[in-house]
């Protein structure tokens, strides 16, 4: 999943294997995030985004028992220094180098569309809508590295009773900011910006489904998405939308970033399906960051007991 700058850029040229092993180095920062530590107990959201990057930002959460339980879960060294989030890039440790000054808060997030409440939402009140809860789901990259992520935050559903769909709402499209300034991604030519993404009303109301406001433990350091990320552990990783600021209720299919970019590679559906290849690369198998075996890609990434039954009757060869 590599953008061409221009069309002189081949797809072929993917991420060099040895990049994940360039990390930030978070030790350096220990100082920094012992202030955050101290100031969270007090007042967490005045805390600044820079005390938020330094992982100074516990949340409180429930454990979810919808958690994948049975894996190692990947280092927070590895989760926050090997990234997809092209606006900053599309190396993988870019965003964790040029996402460290993104101003994340003020924040407000907009929802509407075919609603009969549309509403304008910061974080804190999007918090508010359903208990905190920690979900550790498998991530599985269409490049073909997944990783284990004690992901922290909201189901999505919680949001969209909220809001009240009317009938029209056949699908739910999600935007990410769109800001050149801070962004410098948004400069050059690739994906169209702002990023996009959607899905069908019934997977956004799926109990898997969530918004997720932060990761092991703490806020979304900016490279993660922060403020508020989508989390849809049966489909590939680039469904997982960042920093979104407008979510819209729609009639129609809405257009997404990369199967607008190249539809014949990325499908609106992109549900994890290790028997529809990429068309350049076969998607049976995936190599956890951190070992060096590969092992099989699961169907549906594993959990397909809890959604399968939403695409019976549809053709995922087609659909994919
Ligand atoms: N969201 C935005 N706005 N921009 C992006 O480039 N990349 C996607 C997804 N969300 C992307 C995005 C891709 S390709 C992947 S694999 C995941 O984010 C990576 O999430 P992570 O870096 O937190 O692991």
Known sequence: MLIKKSADIKYSEITPKNVYLNRRDFIATAGVAGIGLAAAKLVPEMLSPELTAFGGNKLQFNKSDLS???EEITPFKDVTSYNNFYEFGTKKDEPAAKAKDFQTSPWTVSIGGN????????????????PLEERIYRM?????????IPWIGIPLNAVIKAVEPKPKANF?????????????GQRVRGLSWPYTEGLRLDEAMNPLTILAVGLHGERLPNQDGAPIRLVVPWK??????????KISFVEKQPPTAWNTFAPKEYGFYS???PNVDHPRWAQSSERRIGEFRRRKTLMFNGYAEQVAQ???GMDLQKNY
């Not at 609603?115 to 359903?130: E, N, R």
């Not at 599985?140 to 284990?148: F, I, K, L, P, T």
């Not at 499209?173 to 801070?182: G, H, I, K, N």
């Not at 590939?236 to 600021?245: A, D, E, R």
């Open 140 to 148: 599985r990259c269409v490049e073909g590295w997944s990783m284990v």
């Open 115 to 130: 609603v009969k409440h549309p509403q304008k939402l910061d974080i804190a009140s999007l918090m508010k809508l359903s």
């Open 172 to 184: 739910v499209a999600f935007e990410t900011l769109l800001d050149p300034r801070q962004m410098p």
């Open 236 to 245: 590939y990783g680039f469904k997982g939308i960042k920093s979104i600021v």
């Open 310 to 312: 939403m695409y019976s």
């Open 68 to 70: 994948t339980m049975d």
């Open 271 to 273: 549900n994890v399906n």
